[in-house]
């Protein structure tokens, strides 16, 4: 169960630092507007906007991770295999993250889609 933790808390955290090219883009927009963020992040281009949506993206897989591994410790369901599923994920987001700021698109799909099904075959896993 300590794995399915540290995943949850890593996974939590991506979305945080996902955000510091965010800022880094935003700087470099005529510095960062503290008064109106959002206004500014949607003046983003290239780098800035890929950096933002990589930004939310995180917040969004993390809608799904985070209920399917509560549900998996919930059910008693912490086994390698569903240890092995959560670590996908996590590797997959860290390099879903890269490859976005990289723009390298369809690579970028794939291992969205895999980290994706790693969570609802979680999910999957815990259904009596």
């Not at 955290?13 to 949607?42: S, T």
């Not at 912490?78 to 997959?92: E, K, M, R």
Request: glycine share 4%.
């Amino acid at each position: 169960m300590t794995i399915l933790i540290w995943c949850l808390f890593i996974a939590a955290l991506l979305p945080f630092l996902a955000k510091v090219p965010v800022a880094i883009a935003m700087n470099k927009l005529g510095g960062y507007n503290n008064n109106h963020p959002r206004e500014q992040q949607g003046k983003l281009t290239g780098f800035g906007a890929r950096a933002l949506a990589a930004h939310q993206n995180a917040f969004e897989s993390l809608i799904i991770f985070a209920p399917a591994v509560l549900l998996a410790m919930a059910t008693h369901n912490t086994g390698d295999n569903i240890a092995l599923l959560a670590v996908v994920h996590v590797c997959a987001r860290v390099v879903y993250n890269i490859f976005y700021l990289m723009n390298i698109d369809k690579l970028r799909s794939l291992v969205w889609f895999v980290a994706t099904i790693c969570s609802f075959t979680i999910i999957f896993h815990c259904i009596p």
